[in-house]
């Protein structure tokens, strides 16, 4: 089998729990073939300490079979190329704020810097049959810097965020410029239909392409393989977490000081694509609609810190803050809150007991790429009394898991409307809904996403 090499952002130990069931899941595929994890450290250096390039000292360790390679970035390619092209431009312009947008002419240089940086840097650890597997929206152009220094291995990139419509997509100054990188791949991975469509409809009317075959498109002179793979959990590790001490503790716990009251979740990035104000809005309409849920309804969101030095994000913190002030101001008593928010990160063990004690999850973003929390709710709820999932339309994961109760979340009554429904599901609906979703979950788990992008990623 060709060493498989992972390019993202960020590397993780794919040995440690906290790392995630992504981390976990590229860990296994990297295992398997002695591979390398290649990204930024997440240290920043001065500008003295970085080359002309901006090129660092490569720092090299091991993680069992697995090599993760990391380089530092200078203080002004960190600020044009992570806060200002990825996380001022494109992450707010791919779900689709262009209001967010912060199109400095400054950040692309940074961008590019960067990607030429890394390609450098990743070029003479490669060996001729590595196939390589590029993630999200910070490493777009790499396949092309690769290509230029000479590289011919096979090269797949994942997005993990949404692709929105062509007319928001022009919006982007150099959109014309990303788009034509992503040809230098062999095979682009989307995670939904939806994305694909927008991303098909872009090539033909932007870029004049024409499709090939199935899934395979003809433009710049090049042709790339572009398919949906919805990404999962590990639904069998997520299920292990949920028997392990610190899950059963926080899952007492909640039930003893819940005993009388419904409780509701959210676990979320503090972040404006995941649409917490919106949800905010609909919990005080569910108590001035349903007044019978006053003094029992008790929404748990967790919205853990977040890329705190992008201004849109104090905004947000602020917003959030208010809201949930006046809520509690207006609606709380001695012994009860409504809303209970935490702005810190709760350790990953301690979730599943969180969602199993929730009758309902609230899993509401304005736009997202698929949203793993819905996914780990489900994984974590007892199948003979389990919870219910409110989930938005505009979740990737909604093309999915269509036995959720889906919502509008800008529709503030209507997500009322349905967590009511969720509220005072009977047992019975709420089984068969469980297990229809659950079964969804494990066919399309974490695994299987690694597997069939990694399988077509050979055929391209
Ligand atoms: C991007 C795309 C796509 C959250 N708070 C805490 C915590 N989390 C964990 C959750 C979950 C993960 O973070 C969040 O995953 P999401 O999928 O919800 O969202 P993004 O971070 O925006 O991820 C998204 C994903 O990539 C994968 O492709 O689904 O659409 O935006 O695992 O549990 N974990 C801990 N404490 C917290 O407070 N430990």
Redesign the pocket.
Known sequence: MPRLVVVSNRVADPRKT?A???AVALGEALNATGGLWFGWSGNIVERTEAGAQGQTQLHVQRAGDVTLATVDLSREDHDAYYLGYSNGVLWPVFHYRLDLADFDAGYIGGYRRVNRMFAQQLLPLLRPDDVIWVHDYHLIPLAEELRTLGCRQRIGFFL??PVPPPLIMAAIPAHEWLIRALFAYDLLGL?SQTDLSHFARYVYTEAQAEQVADGRFNAFGRQLQVQAFP?G?DVDEFAALAEGREAQETLATMREQYAKRRLLVG???L?Y??GLPQRLRAMRSLLQRYPGNCNSATLIQ?A?PSRETVGAYNDLRRQLEGLCGSINGNFGELDWMPIRYIH?????KR?PGLYRASRVALVTPLR??????AK?FIAAQDPADPGVLVLSRF???AEQLRDALLVNPYDSDGTADAIQHALHMPLEERQVRHERLLANIREFDVHWWQRSFLEALRQS
């Not at 997202?368 to 929390?373: P, Q, T």
Request: proline content about 0%.
């Open positions: 906290a995630g069931g992504l993990h965020i995670q990404i959990i676990v979320d990035r972040d694509s995941k967790i853990s810190r990160t709760v350790a990953r979730l997202d790429g698929m949203n793993l929390v780990e979740a990737g994961a």
